[in-house]
């Protein structure tokens, strides 16, 4: 019988070695993997490769998210699109304590989608010709100057939904999709953390958004913060 | 310094360019104030790249959602017709081609259109959808100062930050002016009340094409 619940993050993410790769779904603090990034910071993974739109997100004084590990010294290398939403991955950049790989939005995206699609690169014109498509491979297509984008795939994926079943399957609300989709089909392990979970059959099959065969891992998540009122 | 129009008046005269039906992208900072200024006869659907076409407007004290936010991570809301979409689907809207107009801020434009909006030197690079926008939305309105704080010129005859998009902007509204993007270049067409051609052409290092007469934004 297939049961892909477990009853805790930690549980959920114990086989997770240092030097692991890992994406975080997530855009600011809407559908991130709020307890799995607690969890993980609380198991005292180190060396860590993170994936994500960026690092983390301030309100306020304060910073959220991805920021506790980026802050513990635990990330070795940021791969993501806009690295200046926290003060703390700014520093440690300037203090030459992390490596950044900045990838334009849509190319980071689509890289994912195309690992867990199968699809061995594209070519867009996103980039081409700038500083971020340096040393790229450039074609013309139809008259335009096109960049050849490598898939990037990852150890683990860490996402979130706002529900999901025994067999995997999740659903999203508002615009708490944006990359957990596309990150649940490129790792080799997916972790989804849910607000609730669905009984077997509960969850109507035309509202399905990432269907259980992305995902191997169902946790409900233990805490939610509310940062906005 | 010559104040010109506020951010105000400046989001005032961009959202002119909103058409009926149009699909809208709004940058970071200046450009939302766009949102408070389209007429209600017009069905507008605003684009934002976390996944939502659609938004309302920022999010009430009580109508605050942790997961519904804008692409500045702050709390919206949605509109009649609205769609929710992940991250792929939202860049296909805009490297497609599908999104009639964005409005963006920038560092520097060229006199030709090309657009420096992601770094400069010192600074850590970060871009976001910036380079997606520029390559996959037809028209692209600049909205920005003039000039740098300092009093520097922003519009350059070439740009010395790093490029975001080569000859991709289509229209420039400063604190001072409007200026069209053509084929021979920049072209004056219209001023802030108060501001002279004379007193546009002292702060900007690009060449303009002067029109006979300018009308004066009302």
Known sequence: MVNKIYRESLEAIRDVKDGAVIMFGGFGLSGIPQNLIRALYEQGTRDITVISNNPGSRLGDTEYGLAILFKAGRVRKFIGSFPTATKSFK???????????LVPQGTLAER????????????????A???????????TIQGAR??????????????????????GNLVYRYTGANFNPL????????????EEVAGAGDIDPNTIHTPGIFVDRVVKGERYDRWYE | MIAGMSEKDMARRAAMEIRDGF????????PTLVLDFVPSDKTVFFHTENGLLGMGGFARKGEAHPDLVDAAKQPVTYVK????????VSFAMIRGGHIDLAIMGA????????????????????????MDIVVGIGKIIVMMMHTTKDGRPKIVKSLTYPVTGFRCVSMIITNLCVLEVTEKGLVLKELAPGVSAKDVLACTEADIVMPKEQKTIS
């Open chain 1, 91 to 101: 520093e440690l950049y300037e203090q030459g304590k992390v490596e950044l790989e």
């Open chain 1, 112 to 127: 994912i989608r195309a690992k867990g699609a199968g699809i061995g690169g594209f070519y867009v014109r996103t980039g």
């Open chain 1, 129 to 139: 010709g700038t500083l971020l498509g340096s040393g790229k491979e450039t074609r």
């Open chain 1, 146 to 167: 096109y960049i050849l984008e490598q898939p990037l795939g990852a150890d683990f994926a860490f996402v979130k939904a706002y529900r999901g079943d025994v067999y």
């Open chain 1, 183 to 194: 990150m649940a089909m490129a790792a080799d392990i997916t972790v989804a953390e849910v």
């Open chain 2, 23 to 30: 699909c809208v992208n709004l940058g970071i900072g200046m």
């Open chain 2, 81 to 88: 017709g609205a769609s929710f979409f992940p991250s792929d």
């Open chain 2, 107 to 130: 560092y520097q434009v060229s006199g030709n259109g090309d657009l420096a909006n992601w770094t400069a030197q010192g600074m850590m690079p970060s871009v976001g959808g910036a």
